[in-house]
């Protein structure tokens, strides 16, 4: 049974940092690609940041710069480190694990609330 479990997600002031971290069980991890999505409340679920299991990544435009994705295939763990956070960035993070268009898993979400 496939498990992704995200964690690390919680409350920062604006210009803090988080790390997020996803946990993948039951799959071959280094065959997937990775990614971590958003959702705020009223908002339809974003792409933030994804990691080819080449090792290619991909950003959206609001968080270039601010954000930075990686794994290790050793540990079965995708990461997003999150610098310079703005209340924007606050929302809902789901970790995605892809192997095709029709195959993919995700994970139950950790919450990030940026606010002084």
């Known amino acids: 049974q496939v498990q992704l479990v995200e964690s690390g997600g919680g409350l920062v002031q604006p210009g803090g940092s988080l790390r997020l971290s996803c946990a993948a069980s039951?799959?071959?991890?280094?065959?997937?690609?990775m990614g971590w999505y958003r959702q705020a409340p009223g908002k339809q679920r974003e792409l933030v940041a994804s990691?080819?299991?080449?090792?290619?990544?991909n950003y959206a435009d609001s968080v270039a710069g601010r954000f930075t994705i990686s794994r290790d295939n050793a540990k079965n763990t995708v990461y997003l480190q999150m610098n310079s956070l703005k209340p924007e960035d606050s929302a809902d993070y789901y970790c995605?694990?892809?192997?095709?268009?029709?195959?993919?898993?995700w994970g139950k979400g950790t919450l990030v609330t940026v606010s002084s």
């Open positions: 039951g799959l071959i991890f280094r065959v997937y690609d």
């Open positions: 995605n694990a892809a192997l095709s268009s029709w195959v993919d898993y």
């Open positions: 990691i080819t299991k080449g090792g290619s990544t």
